[in-house]
């Protein structure tokens, strides 16, 4: 349960109005909110400084789909899945980040439709409204903060691996984001993508 209840955001907003809190009027955040400046590539840089570990060192390769080698990166901590913007090649037509390979320090590039994807892995899964899934189950699943649900089948996987199937291909589902599973307006369960 949480202590907003049934509360949409604009409603809290007008209850803090009417308290007068100055909150009520604070913009969304749209990115890391704990990180100042949204600049995760200093914060990283900065915690391990303070946790006393160096950077590591993943520079490698920028590699087209199609297994061409295009350019050097700096390090996989400057990318993400469905990325455009900041990849250090130019191309006649726009370039997205489809793959990291933490591994090999890959960073595979390619286009826009080649984001989509119709199944997802989610590992390390927490159950919320089944014990455990069994068998196959309809679902609506959310990739991402304001990715809007999409039908999908979820099944078992491997070991502690679920499955989902959508419907429709989505854009960018990105290892390390959480995954949520819905039936109707409750939570069935989540994990990570891998």
Not at 61 to 73: D, F, T
Not at 142 to 159: F, V
Not at 160 to 168: L, P
Not at 171 to 188: I, K, L, N
């Amino acid at each position: 349960m949480f202590p907003l209840g049934r509360l949409t955001k604009p409603e809290v907003r007008e209850v803090a109005r009417q308290r007068g809190l100055k909150l009520a009027e604070k913009p969304d955040s749209q990115e890391i909110c704990f990180i100042p400046g949204g600049d995760y590539k200093q914060f990283l840089t900065a915690y391990l400084e303070e946790q006393g570990e160096p950077m590591p060192e993943t520079a490698g390769e920028l590699v087209a789909s199609n297994g061409e080698v295009i350019g050097r990166h700096e390090g996989i901590s400057n990318f993400t899945v469905g990325q455009r913007k900041g990849l250090g090649v130019s191309s006649p037509s726009p370039l997205y980040v489809l793959q990291i390979d933490p591994a090999s320090h890959r960073v595979t590039v390619g286009a826009d439709e080649e984001l989509a994807t119709r199944t997802l892995r989610a590992t390390q899964l927490n159950w919320i409204s089944i014990p455990e899934l069994t068998g196959p189950m309809r679902v609506r699943a959310k990739i991402r903060h304001r990715h809007e649900p999409a039908w999908a089948t979820l099944e078992p996987g491997g070991p502690g691996e679920a499955v989902a199937t959508f419907d429709e291909a989505q854009r960018a589902v990105t290892p390390g984001q959480s995954a949520v599973f819905y039936d109707g307006d409750e939570v069935v369960g989540g994990g990570w993508i891998v």
